[in-house]
T-cell receptor, first 118, second 113 residues
Framework: GAVVSQHPSWVICKSGTSVKIECRSLDFQATTMFWYRQFPKQSLMLMATSNEGSKATYEQGVEKDKFLINHASLTLSTLTVTSAHPEDSSFYIC??????????????FGPGTRLTVL | QQQVKQSPQSLIVQKGGISIINCAYENTAFDYFPWYQQFPGKGPALLIAIRPDVSEKKEGRFTISFNKSAKQFSLHIMDSQPGDSATYFCAASRIQGAQKLVFGQGTRLTINP
């Protein structure tokens, strides 16, 4: 149990375009989903926290108009990088929490999405 | 006060040896301390986690030692194997509330055959 998937696993896009990344909890209903960004050889940086049906809570310094998060159901959250630029190139990872019988804040991570903006 | 400091940044251990990674935190409200393992190009995977009501937790070759008074916790990997070569992250969180994980800086572990 506790499988989280992401799609796509990698994406290359041109500068100025928008890219949508999906995060799905495959075998449990996630009360909360999280979006992280990771640069090479660095730690995970939390971008935002989202609950189903609610607006996402963004971390300080993260542009909410650039990184749009939609949490439409208990098993799906999406991150849209709008008007992407080369500096947005990174590894984006989602996680999900709320597996029944587990600590409330135990997070299960997806495999990540490598975004390259040309 | 939200920081989790992790050391060392990199570690090389011989096969069969013990790998030890340390973390320290400041926020005494933290009550959940997981360790994650990450392979290149993959998402982190939960290895083992501990609550502050116990001083040690063991799962197979992985052991967390927790020192509440010192606000430190460590990961011990016994009989380290080349397949353990990965980046390890400690983290801390509160069970209640926003559930956010605060991650350490990561340790790149290399197990030499």
């Amino acid at each position: 149990g506790a499988v989280v998937s992401q799609h796509p696993s990698w994406v290359i896009c041109k500068s100025g375009t928008s890219v949508k990344i999906e995060c799905r909890s495959l075998d449990f209903q996630a009360t909360t989903m999280f979006w992280y960004r990771q640069f090479p050889k660095q730690s995970l940086m939390l971008m935002a926290t989202s609950n189903e049906g609610s607006k996402a809570t963004y971390e300080q310094g993260v542009e909410k108009d650039k990184f749009l998060i939609n949490h439409a159901s208990l098993t799906l959250s999406t991150l849209t990088v709008t008007s992407a630029h080369p500096e947005d190139s990174s590894f984006y990872i989602c996680s999900a929490a709320g597996l029944a019988g587990r600590p409330y804040n135990e997070q299960f991570f997806g495999p990540g999405t490598r975004l390259t903006v040309l | 006060q939200q920081q989790v400091k992790q050391s060392p940044q990199s570690l090389i251990v011989q096969k069969g040896g013990i790998s030890i990674i340390n973390c320290a935190y400041e926020n005494t409200a933290f009550d959940y301390f997981p360790w994650y393992q990450q392979f290149p190009g993959k998402g982190p995977a939960l290895l083992i986690a501990i609550r502050p009501d116990v001083s040690e937790k063991k799962e197979g070759r992985f052991t967390i030692s927790f020192n509440k008074s010192a606000k430190q916790f460590s990961l011990h990997i016994m009989d380290s194997q080349p397949g353990d070569s990965a980046t390890y992250f400690c983290a801390a969180s509160r069970i209640q509330g926003a559930q956010k994980l605060v991650f350490g800086q990561g340790t790149r572990l290399t197990i030499n055959p």
